[in-house]
């Protein structure tokens, strides 16, 4: 019927539905969107506010945990007593799993590995009322969450509890972590004239303020070390600068760019402590395992890791302080050579005793005190210590018997220690002196590479007792070039740039700075960093090498005929670290004169040349701590020039906090490795 | 006979006012739809900026060593500084690829890194009276991540922006 529309079928009522359900549906949608967003956002920032906490408990911790430390026994102070294997396996599986590619492989290899598996040992840090106090007031300035929520523990290295893994857990499961280490003497502060410097290699009229204890003003009238010496770089300690400003004009602010703190004498005996080798003994060097050679060679194979020591025998006396000429007890060089198409590194250790038509022997002696003759050779094999395979093989002569020796060590741990003890029955009593070690670095009258493959620690010293001239008296000559393996010439890295030559001069025979840009061999100019990365990027593709050059008294560089090339002096290169240590002989109290642990050139010894350009360097690429630096050359105006110049160049790979093995320390501990996540 | 429909004239007025009712509702409800939209993405972009702030944070805070050692390049949209972990450097860096991904590199190993449409940039501290990031300076490490600002979608100079300023703990 027309003007009726029938609705018994409730069209109006259906049409009504869906629209009212299409808006319902909108309007749900939207508001999904809407809480989903807040709530995205909300953990984004409930997860940021505990990422805070975790970072901040952390740091604060550490700050804690430094009044814990010190350096004779570490974090010994702490009690380590729970043991929670399941903690520290959901640690680990956590560190490596956020780790980037690289660092995966150091945390693994070179952290875990190294110092923390097989450890069960734990501290759960918030059973230390002091601590959670310390918490609490952070809490309540509103710095961090309620640390109740939090936990907070630590694991400490399997040797020496000198290192801990320290971690931070809050209740959403967010993690902050880090070691915690002591700062070694491989750490260098730099200062220079005019500022920071834009990076880390140094060039001429640098100045370096070198790890922490170093430099003094030289006393003699010889070139005195000047900010600004026109002559290569130079280091300088801290020592130098509290000279400085109580002995001359200069305002402080001419003296220490950056604001550097003035010390007190107080500060600076305090800095020698950790320079004394019975500290460095106690802290370090008796928590390591180390064999006497002799007893290595008694067996077939050593399986238990461990390092080298060789005690030898000597008639009480040794050089004098500024003999130049003494003999050498001990000769070490150290060549690569291929066994079954890999590299092995070979030490050689010969002395200065002839017996039975035998020469270059090494006098020991046994249990009973009778003279037994050695010469050792040590094979290290690929890639070098840490860890590594080593073969002894050896020869000793005695009453007319010539034995060879020979023994396997499984694993290696790179440190390796000269002793010179005194011979029975000699210098006994009342007065009775010791011995002066002395053992040479090459040959004299010949110019051979020392090669270092691995991370290693060699340190020569003497047994205690008074001796002639005061102490420390022990002395390291350096007759020719060490070099780290993986920046020598046996390797050839086919990522090398063309214009790339591990001899780290120019082609005018200056040493290559970083901040200059220099002509290569080939001609190419580049500036020194681009020269320096490709020597880093080796060092780190290969053996990461490393040497620690340890002495108590002095470390020195004689002249000797092979220097002389006719046209110039030779360069010498050094890879290692320089520390010359005290070791006070005679205990407490004692009215020896101690002397003062030096590295030094031999300049007077040189020969006159009337041109500079004659002059070889001296390089050294590492770390030095000794306290007093010699001037390397000197000037007359009648004879002209003699001794090396000196070219310092930054082992960058020593600015960490000091997480390796074996280097002294300077008393601090610091973070290295902080993570949140 | 009973008439069991409605008259036209009865439909059209009840179709009249339902579609006054719902123009009425689509008014509303398009108004607080916008307003809720905008206020999603507002929220949104702040959450995208704050994730990719957190990330960018969680690389800068590994950086170790000398303070100089902290490049920026010329563009701001690279850095690189060294990890120092047992001995060991890094030469790390971050590169800002596009507003979707940064690249993380360790030495020659690249990861890429997905970020959620934020542009990021690196600067540092001219001076301590200079605010302005700069390629070359001191520390604090400036992070700027700005995106889109949706109060103003069709002006592509107009953008939300967060800054971070980073102490990385090992960098001395």
């Not at chain 1, 890639?383 to 060879?404: F, H, Q």
């Not at chain 1, 050839?492 to 061999?521: A, C, M, Q, R, S």
């Not at chain 1, 340890?550 to 000797?560: A, C, E, Q, R, V």
């Not at chain 2, 439909?11 to 006054?20: A, G, Q, T």
Request: net charge negative.
């Amino acid at each position: 019927m027309t003007g009726v529309i029938d609705m018994k079928k409730g069209y109006a009522l259906v049409v009504s539905l869906i629209l009212l359900v299409a808006i319902m549906l909108f309007v749900s949608a939207i508001f999904i969107k809407a809480s989903n967003t807040v709530k995205r956002v909300s953990m984004t920032a409930v997860r940021l506010s505990e990422e805070e906490t975790a970072l901040k408990a952390l740091v604060i911790t550490a700050a804690y945990l430094r009044s814990k430390y010190d350096i004779i026994s570490g974090f010994s102070g702490l009690t380590f007593s729970s043991i929670d294997q399941q903690k520290y396996d959901s640690l680990k599986t956590f560190v490596l799993k956020t780790a980037g590619p690289e660092e995966r492989q150091i945390w693994e290899e070179d952290v875990f590995a190294r110092w923390f598996d097989g450890t069960t040992l734990m501290k759960d840090l918030k059973e230390d009322s002091e601590l959670v106090e310390i918490l609490e007031n952070a809490s309540e300035k509103g710095l961090i969450n309620d640390p109740q929520d939090l936990e907070i523990a630590c694991f400490p290295d399997r040797y020496s509890r000198r290192i801990l893994l320290l971690y931070v857990k809050t209740r959403k499961n967010v993690y902050s972590w880090a070691l915690l280490g002591p700062l070694t003497y491989g750490n260098f502060a730099v200062f220079l004239p005019n500022g920071l410097p834009i990076n880390t290699y140094y060039g001429d009229g640098e100045v370096i303020d070198g790890p922490a204890w170093f430099g003094y003003e030289d006393d003699n009238d010889h070139e005195s070390l000047g900010i600004g010496g026109n002559v290569g770089p130079r280091f300088y300690g801290r020592m130098y600068y509290y000279d400085l400003i109580n002995f001359s004009n200069l305002d402080e602010e001419e003296v220490f760019v950056g604001k550097q703190e003035q010390i007190t004498m107080e500060e600076v005996n305090k800095m020698k402590e950790p320079f004394e080798l019975e500290t460095y003994g106690e802290s370090i060097l008796n928590k390591v395992p180390i064999m006497n050679i002799n007893d290595i060679l008694s067996s077939s194979n050593v399986s238990t890791p461990t390092g080298i020591r060789l005690i030898y025998s000597k008639a009480p006396g040794g050089p004098d302080e500024d003999a130049t000429d003494a003999t050498n007890d001990i000769f070490v060089t150290s060549q690569i050579i291929t066994s079954d198409s890999t590299h092995v590194q070979l030490l050689e250790i010969r002395g200065n005793e002839s017996v039975d038509g035998y020469d270059n022997l090494i006098k020991v002696e046994d249990q009973d005190g009778n003279p037994v003759y050695w010469q050792y050779d040590i094979l290290v094999h690929y890639p070098g210590p840490p860890n590594c395979r080593v073969t002894v093989i050896a020869t000793s002569i005695k009453n007319d018997k010539v034995e060879t020796h020979m023994s396997n060590i499984e694993s290696f741990n790179g440190l390796f220690i000269i002793r010179a003890d005194k011979e029975r029955g000699k210098g006994q009593g009342a007065g009775g002196k010791s011995p002066n070690a002395q053992v040479a670095i090459g040959k004299e009258g010949e110019w051979i590479e020392n090669i270092f493959m691995g991370s290693w620690t060699m340190l020569v010293t003497s047994s205690g007792g008074p001796q002639d001239t005061g102490a420390p008296h022990d002395k390291i000559n350096i007759y020719s070039d060490i070099k780290y393996y993986s920046v020598s010439d046996i390797v050839d890295d086919p990522e090398d740039p063309e214009w790339f030559d591990t001899y780290p001069f120019d082609d005018e025979g200056n040493p290559i700075p970083d901040l200059d840009v220099v002509v290569t061999k080939n001609g190419t100019e580049v500036t020194g960093k681009q020269y320096w990365e490709v020597w880093y990027r080796r060092l780190r593709k290969y053996t990461n090498d490393h040497l620690d050059l340890i002495t108590t008294g002095k470390i020195s560089i004689p002249y000797h005929e092979a220097y002389n090339l006719g046209y110039k002096f030779r360069d010498l290169q050094i890879h290692a670290s320089i520390y010359a240590m005290y070791k006070d002989r005679e205990g407490p109290g004692s009215q020896s004169p101690q002397h003062t642990p030096t590295f030094i050139v031999d300049y007077e010894n040189f020969p006159w040349v009337s041109d500079e350009e004659k002059l070889g360097y001296r390089v050294v690429f590492g770390s030095i701590a000794v306290e007093e630096m010699t001037p390397t050359w000197q000037f007359s105006w009648w004879w002209g020039y003699s001794g090396l110049k000196e070219f310092n160049s930054f082992d960058k790979r020593l600015y960490t906090y000091g997480l390796s093995e074996f280097s002294p320390e300077t008393g601090l501990i610091s973070l290295e490795g902080i993570r949140v996540r | 006979m009973k008439n069991k429909g409605f008259t036209i004239t009865e439909v059209i007025i009840v179709m009249v006012i339902f579609s006054i009712f719902v123009l009425g509702m689509i008014y509303l409800l398009n108004t607080y739809i916008s307003r809720v939209d905008r206020n999603i993405k507002i929220l949104d972009a702040i959450n995208r900026m704050t994730q990719a702030g957190e990330l960018v944070t969680q690389y800068l805070i590994k950086a170790t060593g000398n303070a100089t050692s902290i490049e920026i390049s010329d563009s701001g949209t690279e850095i690189t500084f060294n990890i120092t972990l047992a001995g060991n450097i890094i030469s790390a860096k971050l590169t800002v690829i596009n507003n979707k991904l940064i690249k993380y590199s360790e030495d020659d190993q690249v990861v890429d890194v997905p970020i959620d449409d934020v542009n990021i940039r690196f600067g540092l501290t001219k001076s301590p009276t200079d605010t302005e990031p700069s390629t070359s300076g001191r520390l604090p490490i400036i992070v700027t991540i700005s995106t889109a600002n949706p109060f103003n979608p069709f002006d592509v100079d107009s953008s939300l922006k967060v800054e971070y300023k980073l102490y990385p703990p090992g960098i001395r």
